[in-house]
């Protein structure tokens, strides 16, 4: 991309990278009240699960990826770029569904929450100005779920998803979803066990959905503000994310 202005100065650039790690910070604090409410930890959430859903999870996850994949691009021919609150209010919507019915309901909404989430990054991609229709976008894209999950609160392990991209082609667009897939479908299988009691579970589907959604929301501004500003900076998209993870690693803001 062909800079139109002078890269921003040295200031500017430690500003954004501090509202980026509060953001950063901020993003499990719905995590951490939904926890509240479930009175567990994410570890346990999981045992809830019949062993035969637990042993599917990871291929559930990556046909789950597969299909919203598909839909949320064709979706972007019917429907726009919708406002952050927007996707919020459909994921808890869908979550008190699935959860209603218990498992079975909550496994079914299970690929429709994914692409709605999926939808949510790439509308914060399009904020950044970023097309979502070019393959190394939907590569970013897909990689923001790699971050940990909101349940999961070590600040070394949701840095993961952060690092420097490859040539992307279609083989790595495949490659990537494979790899992404065991850590979706631990953050998935979270999801499901909170919607495992039929009628309470309708109240723990909003809740968990809700707490999805922000959080991705956020981490994709993480990812994506760190691309335009080595586009704006024109610097070194991995130096900035070694500045970033230090900040990160080294002073954990409050998430309040």
């Known amino acids: 991309m062909e800079l139109l202005d002078a890269p921003i100065d040295e200031p500017d650039v430690n500003r954004r990278l501090e509202a980026l790690a509060r ?5 499990g604090n719905v995590g951490i009240q939904v926890l509240n409410i479930l009175g567990g930890q994410a570890e346990n959430l999981l045992d809830r699960l019949p062993a035969p859903v637990r042993s599917r999870l990871g291929e559930g996850a990556e046909q789950a990826l597969q299909l919203a994949m598909q839909a949320a691009h064709r979706s972007r021919d019917v ?33 429709m929450t994914t692409t709605v989430l999926l939808r949510a990054i790439q509308d914060v991609a399009v904020e950044h100005g970023f097309d979502p229709a070019e393959q ?3 590569f970013d894209c897909v990689q923001v779920f790699a971050a940990a999950g909101p ?28 790899r992404v897939a065991p850590r979706l479908a631990t953050v998935l299988g979270q999801k499901l066990a909170a919607q495992t009691v039929p009628i309470l579970g309708a109240a723990a589907g909003a809740a968990t959905n809700y707490a999805y959604t922000s959080y991705y929301q956020q981490m994709a501004h993480v990812h994506f503000g760190l691309r335009r500003l080595a586009i704006e900076a024109d610097r070194d998209h991995a130096d900035l994310i070694e500045e970033f993870r230090k900040r990160v690693e080294k002073a954990p803001l409050n998430k309040a």
């Open 151 to 178: 349940l999961d609160h070590d600040d070394g392990s949701d840095l993961a998803f952060l690092s420097t991209r490859v040539a992307v082609t279609g083989a790595a667009l495949q490659v990537l979803i494979a």
């Open 23 to 27: 953001r950063h910070a901020r993003a």
């Open 136 to 138: 190394g976008v939907r």
């Open 79 to 111: 429907v726009g770029e919708q406002p952050g609150w927007m996707n919020l209010v459909v994921t808890t919507a869908m979550g008190a569904a699935g959860g209603f019915g218990g498992l079975p309901s909550a496994l079914a909404e299970l690929p």
